[in-house]
Nanobody
Framework: QVQLVESGGGLVQAGGSLRLSCAASGSIFRVDNMAWYRQVQGKQRELVAT???????DYTDSVKGRFTIFTDTTKNTVYLQMNGLKPEDTAVYYC??????????????WGQGTLVTVSS
């Protein structure tokens, strides 16, 4: 069984910083892609940043220059460093991973979600 466990959300003032982390564990052969999404109640889940294996990261326009996604491949962990936070960044943030298990099955995983609240 494989799973994602997130941590790092919370309340911060506008202009502040937070770092989210997400660790994949279980019977993993390879992690092919990790990403962060966010969702505001009543709206669709939005892709924030993605980092495919061996490729450069990509970001949604609204966070470019403020957010950085990076991984520690030795720990199968992805991070989202969020600087210059704005009230419109308030959302539940979800980690996503596409992995190949040790039985060579492709799986897409979701974290439990962590709330980020930015006050003005």
């Amino acid at each position: 069984q494989v799973q994602l466990v997130e941590s790092g959300g919370g309340l911060v003032q506008a202009g502040g910083s937070l770092r989210l982390s997400c660790a994949a564990s279980g019977s993993i052969f390879r992690v092919d892609n990790m990403a962060w999404y966010r969702q505001v109640q009543g709206k669709q889940r939005e892709l924030v940043a993605t980092i495919p294996r061996g490729r450069i990261p990509d970001y949604t326009d609204s966070v470019k220059g403020r957010f950085t996604i990076f991984t520690d491949t030795t720990k199968n962990t992805v991070y989202l460093q969020m600087n210059g936070l704005k009230p419109e960044d308030t959302a539940v943030y979800y980690c996503n991973a596409k992995v190949k298990t040790r039985t060579y099955i492709d799986q897409e995983l979701w974290g439990q979600g962590t709330l980020v609240t930015v006050s003005s």
